[in-house]
């Protein structure tokens, strides 16, 4: 059923690449646990043991506030279709803000996105599969852009007006660094 490997084999990788959505899990020593879902082909393999992606901008800020006091993640993928498998990537992260110059070294692996706002890069320490017998089949109907035009309507200058109003502080209260 369930397996450790120490890397991204090849096999793990076409998988990741293969999914739609993926969840983010992070948390302070105390506090408010945050688990995330993502999407927007905004994840990349950048090694066997480092993958990154693109955070935009949404109504919170957690994930980036968190690693910044406490830098353990969980990502984790699910086969909605064929072959049950239910994959989490263990590891450290860190935050590339568009400020910091990790920022214009990294970004060029994406799709440029309105409304982008970190690059989270993670080193992998663990990968584990288990069955994932219990996951639903649900099917993939599409990508929604509602984020997309609402980031674009809004322009360069709305999305910081937004980033001040709600992405400066985390639920419980933490600088989020969002401005340096």
Known sequence: MGKKQQS????????IKAQKI?????????????????????FRILGENRV??????????????HLQS???????????????????????????HQYDAEWNEYYSHFNSIAGARQLIDIEVELVQSSCGMAVPFMDYAGERNELKVWAEKKGED????YWENKNTTSLDGHPTKIFG
Do not use: H
Not at 52 to 65: D, I, K, P, Q, R
Not at 158 to 161: K, L, P, S, V
């Open 22 to 42: 993926f969840f983010v899990g992070t948390a302070m020593s105390d506090g408010t646990v945050n688990i995330s879902p993502k999407g927007m082909d905004s």
């Open 158 to 161: 709305g999305i910081r007006e």
């Open 8 to 15: 991204i084999t090849p096999d793990i990788a076409e998988f």
């Open 52 to 65: 990154m992606w693109l955070n935009v901008t949404g109504s919170g800020n957690e994930t980036a506030t």
């Open 70 to 96: 406490n830098d353990r993640i969980t990502v984790m993928f699910c086969a909605f279709e064929g072959k049950p498998l239910i994959l989490r990537l263990y590891g450290k992260g860190k935050v590339y």
